[in-house]
């Protein structure tokens, strides 16, 4: 069974900090993506990671890939209120995405 | 990016009434999921399709039921709503063909059931 991990599962960070969400999974995958959803809604993609290696960015977001590992990680750089959210990475089980518990962060000032 | 309608967004019921969420996707996109979601919780696969008269149950066991009968619609079915029942139920679409392919899941924007 794909099992697929998220630490913190909380985090509450201050305006203009630096700080890492991890996501571990269990079986082999070179597919990783991770979805941000706000308070009430639907998830939104945002950076979808296709191999080993794979480092993409998007504004203060920065997701990275590291198959060997099964570890994928959503940096943040200098952070604002406006990425308050819940992030959750999902893999993929082969027929469908095994999503992680979340990460629900809040920037304050 | 795909477009996925979801309706009602919100509906309060009472016990044992039957309800069916819309869900529907002008991407042509093969492959359609429904997701159970808790406020604030992980989100549970409970039906997937791969396409036309294509169903299939997903890890979290569900009592509703789907049908895959087009392409572009992908309803859910409650026969007997109960208060157990009260959650999220995401939609979504990806493409199923290989190549291009990414995986990538597109949702909908939910609908909230609450059963009284």
């Known amino acids: 069974e794909l099992k697929v991990e998220q630490n913190p599962l909380f985090l509450s960070m201050q305006e203009g900090k630096n700080y890492t969400i991890y996501c571990n999974y269990s079986?082999?995958?070179?597919?990783l993506y991770w979805y941000r959803q706000d308070p009430g809604k639907s998830l939104e993609s945002l950076f979808v990671?296709?191999?080993?290696?794979a480092v993409k960015q998007e504004g203060r977001l920065m997701a990275s890939l590291d198959t060997k590992a099964r570890l994928s990680t959503l940096h943040i750089t200098a952070a604002v209120h406006d990425l308050s959210a819940t992030y959750f990475c999902?893999?993929?089980?082969?027929?469908?995405?095994?999503f992680g518990k979340g990460t629900s962060l809040l920037v304050t000032p | 990016e795909a477009d996925i309608y979801q309706t009602p967004r919100y509906l309060v019921i009472g016990t044992g009434k039957k309800i069916t969420l819309e869900c529907s996707q002008t991407?042509?996109?093969?492959?359609m999921y429904w997701y159970q979601q808790d406020p604030g919780m992980e989100l549970h696969l409970i039906h997937y399709?791969?396409?036309?008269?294509?169903?299939e149950k997903g890890d979290l066991s569900s009592e509703s039921t789907v049908s895959r009968i087009r392409t572009e619609h992908f309803p859910l079915t409650l026969e007997s709503a109960r208060p157990s029942h009260t959650s999220q139920y995401l939609c979504?679409?990806?493409?199923?063909?290989?190549?291009?392919?990414?995986?990538?899941?597109?949702f909908g924007e939910g609908s909230r059931l609450t059963v009284l």
């Open positions: 990671l296709l191999s080993n290696g």
């Open positions: 991407m042509g996109h093969d492959k």
């Open positions: 999902a893999v993929n089980s082969g027929y469908a995405l095994n």
């Open positions: 399709s791969y396409g036309v008269n294509s169903t």
């Open positions: 079986t082999t995958s070179d597919r």
């Open positions: 979504a679409s990806s493409e199923y063909k290989t190549g291009t392919n990414t995986g990538e899941l597109f």
